[in-house]
Structure formats: C-alpha cells, structure tokens
C-alpha cells in the first residue's frame, strides 16, 4: 500500500524514523518503556569519542564548586559523580548531541513535535560511586502519570557499561503503571527491600543511546571498582513544561550552526515569558498542534 501521502500528527516523524531504520526501537519504546540504540545506528563513527573528551575535559576544567551538587556528600546527592550542567552553552558537540537524528527522533516520537531541552548534563563516575535509587524522570509531576509523557532521556554512553560498572537499570513496562515508584519498592541489588526480578542492567557498548520514557522507573548500579564511567544525558519535555534550565544565554551565534530544530530545542520562539507586554499571539499559535494530539 502506497503511505507516503497520508497525512497524521506524527507521520513526518515517523518517516524520518524509517528513513534511519530505527521502527524496532519504537515498538521497544511503546512496549518496553526504553531501547538502546546500537553505536553504529546512533551517530556517525567518532562522534561519541568526540563527546565522551568533551565530558571529560569540560568536567575536569569546571571549578569543582560550579555545580552545587558536586560539593555535597557524596550520601546526600541524588545521584553520585561529578556533575555538569547547562551543557549547551559549553560546546558545539553538546549542541550537536541534542539533534542527532537518532537521539532526537525517537525523543520525539515520545514527546510529540513540540519537544524542548528540559536539562543537558553529563556525569563522571570515578573510582567507588554510590547506586542511583529508581525513580522516574517525570519530576514534580503528580500521579497519574499521563499515558504521553511530559518528559523523556536520551542518555548517551560513553564508556562501556556493565552491571559492575556502574550500569543505568530500567523496570521494562514500567512506564504503563504510570506513577512514581515507591520507597518499598526499591531494589535489593541496591540497598532496597523490594525486588530485583523486573530490574534489568543496561548493558551496552559506548557510543550506544539509551532513550526512555519520562515514566519508566530507573536508576543505576553502584560501583566498586577504579573504572571510569561516563555519560551524556538530554532530557527533553513538552513545550507547557517549565524546563530545569534557563537557555536565555545560548547566543545566535551558538544556535546557528545546528538550525530551527536547535533553537526550537532552546525555546527560542517560546510564548512563555511575557511581562506587561503579554503573549505574542503568533507565537502563541505555534502551541496548536500540540494540544490536538499528543503528537503535535
Ligand atoms: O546515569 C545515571 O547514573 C542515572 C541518571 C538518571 O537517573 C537520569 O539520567 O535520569
Ligand atoms: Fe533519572
């Protein structure tokens, strides 16, 4: 049957999908809560080698007091390692990062076209690191959950994980419980009383992305060894949500090079904001196809 006139909210999106052949890591999206996109269908060969030396060298070069995280007990951060925020405006490999085909189109294919960067930071984990408790990333949202999510990750991983590396976790399906996961239910491979048998390690090669759903329960392993383990994380949200950064320092002159799609990413064009000037209404309008289906 010939489809490439049909016209349905999420239909472009979905051909770009085709077009890099990543259908099986929809359905694993749809089904599972998340998928790992092998390194050679995520990006261009060097590409993570290039981002992986940009995390280390920006993190290593941050003045250990910039990220407020950084300089609390290691018991009291939610999640151990050496942090860097706003990312975006560091490096052009971070802002390329966030529009990567594959990254990006499945993050829409959560999210609906009218995604924006909530968060990019990556993590350094060092010698010996604490777990990550399960959560999910719909952070402050109530249950239930909605079924769409308001939020996804894409995580990039750039050094090889394995579950005594410090692996990220996920709980497969999770995502259709839609609510957060409670204190009980934590796992005992981390310290928890609940079950380990639906908690799976992510095992991947680096340059592999892991992209979940806003609503999947996940976490990650400690670690007891002196391996490096290193990652990049975008998360994205919907545009009625109030992102966890402030982008009004990305200049013209970062967005340039990585085009509309990069400085929609931004919130550039964003209706949100106005003083006594109040909404733009042209901008306002560009919000519609979002509140006619969740992938708008
Ligand atoms: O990579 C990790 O250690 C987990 C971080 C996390 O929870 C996230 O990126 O949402
Ligand atoms: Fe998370």
């Known amino acids: 049957m010939d489809m490439q006139n049909w016209k349905a909210p999420g239909i472009d999106n979905y ?14 999206i749809d089904t599972y809560g998340f998928t790992v996109v092998p390194p050679e269908k995520a990006a261009p060969a060097g590409f993570a080698d290039k981002l992986r030396d940009a995390v280390i060298r920006h993190t290593r070069s941050q003045d250990g007091a910039d990220a407020h995280i950084n300089v609390l007990e290691k018991e009291r951060r939610p999640v151990d390692g050496e942090h860097l925020f706003h990312t975006v405006g560091r490096d052009p490999v971070f802002r390329e990062a966030t529009v990567s085909p594959a990254g990006y189109v499945l993050a829409a294919h959560i999210l609906g076209a009218s995604l924006r960067i909530y968060q990019s930071s990556s993590i350094l984990k060092a010698s010996k690191i604490l ?7 719909s952070i402050s949202v109530p249950p239930p959950l909605p079924p769409w999510c308001a939020t996804c990750n894409v995580t990039w991983i750039l050094s090889d994980y394995t579950k005594e590396n410090g692996a990220l976790f996920m709980v497969p399906g999770s995502h259709r419980l839609q609510r957060h996961p409670t204190l009980a239910e934590q796992p005992k491979s981390i310290g928890g009383q609940g079950s380990d048998d639906n908690v799976v390690p992510i095992v991947a090669k680096a340059g592999s992305i892991c992209v979940f759903t806003g609503n999947t329960w996940h976490g990650a392993f400690g670690k007891d060894n002196d391996s490096t383990r290193v990652s990049y994380a975008t998360i994205y949200c919907r545009t009625f ?44 309008a560009l919000s519609g196809p979002s509140t006619q289906s969740p992938f708008g």
């Open 15 to 28: 051909r770009e999908i085709q077009a890099l052949g990543l259908e099986s890591h929809v359905a694993e």
């Open 131 to 137: 777990p990550v408790p399960m959560h999910c990333d």
């Open 241 to 284: 949500v109030m992102p966890a950064e402030d982008f009004s320092d990305v200049t013209d002159e970062m967005i340039a090079p990585h085009g509309d799609r990069f400085a929609r990413l931004v919130w550039r064009n964003k209706w949100q904001g106005y003083g006594k000037e109040g909404p733009r209404q042209e901008l306002l």
